[in-house]
């Protein structure tokens, strides 16, 4: 089965420009995650979808970033406008449901300068 | 809120060598726990995974059991190769199936 899709794999933009990830999860799975990882340091929950609807968004800074999952299948995150700080790899991943280990895309790794 | 708590790395051991990776976790209910793995240059992989309390979770020669009543799931195998260089990183997932991670262990094997 396929995996999940995760574009671009690499991105560098100016501080104050806007960029935007996709994703694809595994056919079938209701559960969408995405998932910053700063270097050194372990996954943090950005924003859980569940089909089209948002489970959990309360780590995610929403005067600058947001995300959407109008059909409950692919999925886009944008950030605008970047800030240094938002350098990070962006995982994306997908799960079937309740209690059920999830499936990781290769992840975005986006530099801002 | 609930969170997972590993022992901070880096860890370096000599191939043979016997590991063990603590994880600690702090949730309300009875969380599922995983620990899952990141090669060098790869995207994260689940390694073994536990579901209720006493479970045992087992891949590729590391286990960990899932023990409520020290609210541990600590990552072991007995013999460690190169090819097992990797980060390692706890997590818990609790109810709407919000998958919270540790920081992660950076564990290197020497020939």
């Known amino acids: 089965e396929a995996g999940v899709a995760q574009s671009p794999r690499y991105k560098i933009i100016e501080k104050r420009q806007s960029v935007a990830f996709w994703c694809n999860p595994i056919s079938g799975h209701a559960t969408l995650y995405w998932y910053q990882q700063i270097l050194g340091q372990g996954p943090k929950l950005l924003i859980q979808f569940q089909n089209n609807g948002v489970v959990d968004d309360s780590q995610l800074p929403k005067d600058r970033f947001s995300a959407e999952r109008l059909k409950g299948v692919d999925s886009t995150l944008k950030i605008q406008p970047a800030k240094l700080e938002d350098s990070a790899v962006y995982l994306c991943?997908?799960?079937?449901?309740?209690?059920?280990?999830?499936?990781f895309g290769q992840g975005t790794r986006l530099t801002v300068v | 809120g609930d969170s997972v708590t590993q022992m901070e790395g880096p860890v370096t051991l000599s191939e043979e060598a016997f590991l063990t990776i603590n994880c600690t976790y702090t949730?309300?209910?009875?969380?599922?726990l995983f620990w899952y793995v990141q090669y060098p240059g790869e995207g994260l992989q689940l390694l073994l995974k536990a579901t209720k309390a006493d479970d045992k979770g087992s891949n590729k020669g590391f286990e960990a059991t899932y023990r409520k009543e020290t609210t541990s799931f600590h990552l072991e195998k007995g013999s460690v190769q190169v090819s097992d260089s990797a980060v390692y990183f706890c997590?818990?997932?609790?109810?709407?199936?919000?998958?919270?991670f540790g920081a992660g262990t950076r564990l290197t094997v020497k020939p």
């Open positions: 991943a997908s799960s079937w449901g309740s209690h059920t280990e999830a499936f």
């Open positions: 997590a818990l997932s609790y109810r709407n199936n919000d998958m919270r």
């Open positions: 949730a309300t209910g009875y969380p599922s």
